[in-house]
């Protein structure tokens, strides 16, 4: 068996799932605060979101990938 590196976490467990539960309910309550002020705010949820969504992932899958994450090192 490989030895695994240890690698500092920004968030623990706790907080880890603190964040998912926040996010969870925040988020389909910005959409509908958004709906509900009009179609900037529709524009703000149909565009804005998604792509920062996207932006955010992005960024966690390739700026913070690891040596051992797969093909690409």
Not at 22 to 51: E, H, K, S, Y
Request: hydrophobic share 60%; proline share 10%; no cysteine.
């Amino acid at each position: 068996m490989l030895p695994q590196a240890r690698t500092l976490s920004l968030v623990r467990l706790p907080g880890a799932i603190g964040i998912a539960v926040l996010l969870f309910m925040g988020v389909p309550a910005l959409i509908l605060g958004l709906a509900a002020a009009g179609p900037i705010g529709w524009i703000v949820a149909a565009i804005v979101l998604p792509v920062a969504t996207l932006g955010v992932l992005l960024w966690l899958g390739w700026f913070r990938r690891r040596p051992d994450d797969g093909p690409w090192h």
